[in-house]
């Protein structure tokens, strides 16, 4: 009989856990690795067979209250077996009590809500292509554009809190320090009105997050965001479809949806600034 363990991934076997999600279609970003670690090093599982990885699961405690389900696959060799059953059982005990958040792709949607997970909204992948303008779209009044590395850190951080059920502070510092990464603010004097971050990705790049207060301040950000990206490279963008202005700043951008995703929740969902919300982070961290 085969021997199936499950234990915390090594650096190596998450590079491998990045690879399967791109033969998925997920295409992770290039540098996902480093911040993807910083919420919950042990929360990232993996299922070995006789030593030979079949399985992966992330299961991070961002605090004491919630935590979220991601990277969810099982080698294609060894579907139907119980593998994905049994690290799926792993990482939900490892989150134990608290709320617990998830993209569900389509065809997983019914097994989640058995799990006890109830949507609260889908989310949409939208994909165009660069080209973007030289510059920016001119701005209104004092507000002006600025590098979220020049930005103090606690004006990001306070800002983020709307957004995110849990502190999420050394991700933070990680995703927007990423190689081959753009992470933009938008300021009035010194209040934070938004930001936003484009990331490389193993087929062009994404731009998440994308928070704002106003549409036209998003549309700004995105604007600005654009810039520099090749003419012809996928860009990607994943909006809650809830969020009307949101999905109207993608097609209006002559972006197309190619994927869905169902956000779920066990217990009471996170009361969230869903409005002001133009783009997740990820499907895999929420």
Partial sequence: MKDFTIRTMTLFEFDLALDWAASEGWNPGLFDAVPFRSVDPDGMLVGLLDNEPVAVISALRYDDLFGFIGFYIVRPDCRGQGYGWRIWEAGMA????????????????????????????????YQGRGGAAAKPKNLQGDCRLVSLLE?????????DQS????????????WISQPKTVALGLIDSESLLGYGVRRSC?????????????PV?????????CVGIESEAPLFLDVPEC?????ELAEACGMRRVF???????GIAPDLALARSYGITSFELG
């Fill in 217 to 225: 301040l998003a549309a700004t950000l995105l604007d600005a965001l």
């Fill in 202 to 214: 193993r087929s062009g790049h994404k731009i998440g997050p994308l928070f704002a207060d106003s």
């Fill in 260 to 266: 869905e995703t169902a956000r779920m929740y066990t």
């Fill in 151 to 159: 930005l103090p850190f606690d004006t990001l951080a306070t800002y």
């Fill in 94 to 125: 490892r989150l134990g009590s608290r709320t617990i958040g998830l993209d569900g792709v389509l065809a997983q949607q019914e097994n989640y809500s058995r799990s006890g997970f109830v949507l609260a909204h889908r989310n949409i992948r």
């Fill in 243 to 247: 969020n009307r202005a949101a999905v």
């Fill in 163 to 174: 957004f995110f059920p849990a502190s999420r502070c050394d991700f933070l510092q990680s």
